[in-house]
């Protein structure tokens, strides 16, 4: 490497750093969505990062299914108290029981799909005109339109056929009242990338990333947890199994992969030999070749 | 998977970043390119794989069509069509690749234009039945406006013509022959057939004649690191940085991004507009203070007084200061449906800065294909290239585009919509 020039993970930070302080710089209102996930978690850290040393200028906003992994809001609690941040929820369960959606019945029943309406209402309740999130364009098709910079309607809309162009590094945040923006600052990172720069970076994860021994049944080729809140078939009988998580969404979509992979380390190695996709484990993403596509064009992350 | 598992925690965190562009239209094998660098270089995963096996079934295709990697939204597929700039990601132990992947269609040039804005090298297909061709040259002219220092010609199709060396190096010529009235420094030819692999990650046994490295060795090994501006320090401040705690009461630090030049603490430097002087005291970063910071780092830094400084000024050094200006002349690309108005009012941006503006001037269009002024028709509509006289309502800090990307590079944002409408390059 030559004195004056980056390695990639430098330069994605850098590049990460830059988008994180033009939203602090163009917005009045921003909001960091933190699922407790390992790239919001990146980006947290990214944002601490951006602003030392002064504390990170906007509130990090978790919609609570009430269908997390309890090991993901220990470790949201504990996060956000160690890095001095203010946390606003939004919660799913309240949006059912004011009677703004309808849940999901059987067996594949999710909230995943009812979070953007408790998103949209959050960011309307507190008045959000920017959402920052740790979506990357490697993980799916739809994404890999995405820019850094998103707009949306005053209904919270993506219209992927009406996406402002984004060249060099200069990003348009204007917006008409009630419209906001949704902003990318890790888009050009990949699931390697954000493994290596927490390896790199000595970042602490839920510890439902490494492998670990858990009660789960096989539905559909993926490893579900044995819980309360799936309903599971007389035939999915639960087995315990050396797994790990490979993304931490709601319980009811998120599968586990078996896995002996303890440390960070090992995680890499296995993620380098992967033969599928990090989404692989969605079941989200599986209702349809455009799933992702139609949730992102009613508001979903 | 040999490539990826080679990737171990330490060569990974040596490795450079290379983004570059893909031009090319729907028959010359863009796609296919694209799909066989990915699938030889073992970036595919299985379920990506399983997923256009599938529609290749579905479609009555024979073999596994490799293009099908890069199908998009539901909108494009049901169309055939690609709508928008897509990015796609591989690395290999050396490197690792953002590809912005243009599509040939209608708003061809406003979609290329966006993805060679931050590309340090370009891809231009040539199909080698055809040879060099109306298109070649608009994406060799494109690739030079903006500036991309690196433009790899890859004559495809070279199984069509059996392999033939003589139908190579005609295409080159005439190719070189058209670049030599372009910017272009670094340019290479490399004959290929994207569907067989020929030269793309392997190198071809059906042309021993072919001396020179396959598509994937140039990509790994192309020197990149010059690509910035070590040479004219600039900082446009992004964001002030007041934490208002007790123990850093007094402290105001200058984040940005370092746009060009090399900063060292210590260094007399210069605030523009205030053109005020003072000394840089440190340059901030979570991990600690660094000695020194070049592009494209982002830092904070502290001066030594007391300057009143906000978003959009610029520090410099006084023995090397940007124009200011507020009347100049850019090349501009018209990126919306709805033309420039004349003597209409926009809002402009140039690094962290912002000001209102208008076109003055319309003084030519260039017929992109031809590379022929065009004097006598002034409108600009989508599409469109123009030179321009722009007028701001304040001074900007700029460089010339082909001296700096960074400080040459201009958005023009729509007033009544807040679209982004046209992009420039200051001539």
């Known amino acids: 490497m030559q004195k004056y020039s980056l390695t990639h993970l430098k330069e994605l930070e850098s590049e990460a750093i830059y988008v994180l302080r033009e939203v602090a710089a163009q917005f009045e209102r921003p909001a960091l969505l933190f699922s407790g996930g390992k790239d919001s978690i990146v980006v947290a850290h990214l944002a601490r990062k951006a602003f030392y040393p002064a504390a990170i200028p906007f509130p990090l906003v978790h919609i609570d299914t009430g269908h997390n992994f309890p090991e993901t809001i220990t470790f949201r609690d504990e996060f956000v108290k160690k890095i001095g941040a203010q946390l606003i929820v939004g919660s799913v369960q309240q949006s059912i029981d004011e009677g703004k959606v309808v849940e999901e019945q059987g067996l594949n029943a999710s909230r995943n ?49 009406n996406q402002r162009p984004e060249l060099w590094n200069i990003f348009n945040g204007k917006k008409h009242m009630g419209e906001h923006f949704r902003v990318f600052p890790i888009s050009n990172w990949t699931e390697m990338d954000v493994w290596q720069y927490i390896l790199s970076e000595n970042i602490e994860i839920p510890s439902i990333y490494l492998a670990h021994e858990r009660n789960v049944f096989n539905r559909d080729g993926v490893w579900m947890d044995v819980n309360d809140i799936i309903l599971r078939k007389d035939n999915e009988t639960p087995v315990k199994k050396i797994v790990r998580f490979r993304t931490i969404g709601d319980m009811t979509c998120t599968g586990a992969v078996e896995s002996t992979a303890d440390t960070l380390e090992k995680v890499i190695q296995e993620v380098a030999a992967a033969r599928t996709t990090e989404r692989g484990t969605r079941a989200d993403d599986k209702r349809s070749e455009a799933a992702m596509e139609d949730r992102k064009k009613e508001g979903y992350f | ?79 055939g069509i690609t709508i928008d700039v897509a990015y796609r990601y591989f690395a290999t132990p050396k490197r690792k690749f953002i590809i912005a992947d243009t599509p040939g269609h209608i708003q061809y040039t406003r979609n290329m234009v966006t993805g060679a804005s931050t590309a340090n090298l370009a891809i231009v297909l040539v ?110 401040v992004q964001y002030v940085i007041r934490p208002q705690s007790k123990e850093l009461h007094d402290y105001r630090g200058y984040a940005g991004r370092i746009a060009g030049g090399i900063f060292k603490a210590g260094d007399e430097v210069k605030v523009l507009p205030s053109g005020k002087t003072s000394k840089i005291k440190s340059i901030d970063t979570f991990d600690g203070s660094v000695e020194e910071a070049f592009a494209p780092m982002s830092v904070t830094i502290t001066l030594e007084d007391e300057v009143d400084i ?21 090349m501009l690309c018209w990126m919306n449906d709805k033309g420039l108005m004349p003597s209409g009012k926009y809002y402009i941006r140039n690094t962290s800065n912002e000001a209102r503006c208008m076109v003055t001037e319309i003084k030519y269009k260039v017929d992109i294909n031809t590379l022929h002024r065009i004097e006598d028709d002034k409108n600009i509509s989508m599409n469109d290239i123009a030179r321009v006289s722009l007028k701001t309502t304040k001074p900007l800090f700029v460089d010339r585009y082909s001296r700096n990307r960074n400080t040459g590079s201009i958005i023009l944002i729509d007033e009544a919509t807040n679209e982004t409408v046209a992009a420039g390059m200051i001539v």
């Open chain 1, 113 to 161: 799909k009812l979070q953007t309406v408790t998103l949209l209402d959050t960011i309307e309740q507190n008045k959000f005109d920017a959402c920052m999130g740790g979506a990357r364009r490697d993980e799916e098709k739809a994404r890999a339109k995405e820019r850094f910079f998103s707009h949306r309607d005053a209904f919270g809309q993506w219209d992927p056929k």
């Open chain 2, 1 to 79: 998977m040999e490539n990826q598992q080679n990737i171990d925690s330490g060569s990974y965190l040596n490795m450079e970043l290379l983004r570059f562009t893909t031009a090319g239209s729907v028959d010359d094998g863009k796609s296919t390119l694209i799909g066989r660098l990915l699938y030889d270089s073992k970036s595919i995963f299985e379920d990506q794989y399983e997923a256009i096996e599938e529609s290749s079934k579905r479609k009555g295709e024979e073999h596994v069509n490799l293009a099908h990697l890069t199908d998009g939204l539901r909108a494009e597929r049901e169309q």
């Open chain 2, 127 to 236: 199909d080698a039945r055809k040879g060099m061709v109306e298109q070649t040259s608009r994406h060799s002219f494109i690739a030079s406006l903006l500036g991309i220092p690196h433009v790899v010609y890859c004559i495809n199709k070279m199984d069509l013509v059996d392999y033939s060396e003589e139908t190579f190096n005609k295409i080159k010529e005439d190719i070189q022959n058209f670049s030599a009235k372009l910017e272009t420094k670094d340019i290479h030819f490399i004959p290929i057939s994207a569907l067989n692999g020929d030269n793309v990650v392997h190198k071809s046994e059906n042309m021993p004649w072919y001396e020179g490295t396959t598509l994937m060795y140039l990509l790994e090994n192309i020197h990149i690191a010059s690509d910035h501006n070590h040479r004219d320090c600039r900082f446009p």
């Open chain 2, 310 to 330: 906000s978003r959009g000024d610029m520090i410099v050094r006084e023995n090397n200061q940007p124009e200011v200006v507020a009347d100049f002349d850019v």
